[in-house]
């Protein structure tokens, strides 16, 4: 077989040209067994009607498989000219011959320098978009802390606001004067709280 991959054949065809002979070897050898294997059926119902024949079975297998083995030699040996004239002459595309699709590199063509040019600049492209990606990744990471932290101050907000409320409702005017109230009466509770502890432990000592 051919180690050419010819891969534009394959584009065409939808198969590579190698695929295409190795089916028709394959096919070849199954129609030569199943043909062999009917011979000799009919041969065996022959020396069947012939009596005192001194061919067996065995001889008449013996003989089918070294029939097949010759025919397969000589198949392999024109095979392998048909593969090659099939592979060079008409399975194979001329190549000043362009597929449809491929039309347009006759407007478009491009030398060497060219080539390699384009290729730098996908290179460079491929690296803007990554560069770009990973940006998009870092600000994405930083919209989801920003949205955390303002999650964190309005709570605080909502916090002060209802620190406020309480103020009001104890006569103060404002947030600071609120505050001050606040701090006051935490005051007034750590030492009611100390005061507390005291007793308990003066009536545990008692």
């Known amino acids: 077989m051919?180690?050419?991959p010819m891969t534009y054949e394959a584009q065409f065809f939808?198969?590579?040209?190698q695929t295409c002979m190795l089916r028709i070897y394959i096919a070849f050898q199954d129609y030569l067994f199943e043909v062999m294997q009917d011979?000799?059926?009919v041969i065996l119902k022959k020396l069947d009607g012939i009596p005192d024949c001194e061919i067996s079975p065995v001889q008449i297998r013996k003989y089918t498989e070294k029939f097949i083995c010759f025919m397969k030699g000589?198949?392999?040996n024109l095979f392998g000219k048909m593969e090659q004239l099939f592979l060079q002459l008409i399975l194979r595309i001329p190549p000043n011959v362009l597929l449809p699709e491929d039309k347009s590199q006759e407007t478009h063509s491009y030398n060497e320098e060219e080539f390699h040019f384009l290729q730098k600049e996908i290179e460079q492209l491929q690296k803007k978009y990554k560069t770009e990606l990973c940006t998009k990744q870092a600000l994405l990471a930083e919209l989801e802390e920003q949205k955390i932290i303002q999650a964190e101050l309005k709570q605080t907000l909502s916090l002060?606001?209802?620190l406020e409320n309480v103020g009001r409702d104890h006569g103060a005017s404002d947030f600071r004067e609120g505050l001050v109230f606040l701090i006051q009466n935490s005051?007034?509770?750590r030492n009611i709280r100390k005061n507390v502890e005291k007793e308990s432990k003066r009536l545990k000592i008692s």
């Open 2 to 4: 051919s180690v050419d």
């Open 14 to 17: 939808g198969f590579t040209p």
């Open 39 to 41: 011979v000799e059926q």
């Open 74 to 76: 000589c198949f392999d």
């Open 160 to 162: 002060f606001d209802e």
């Open 187 to 189: 005051g007034k509770l």
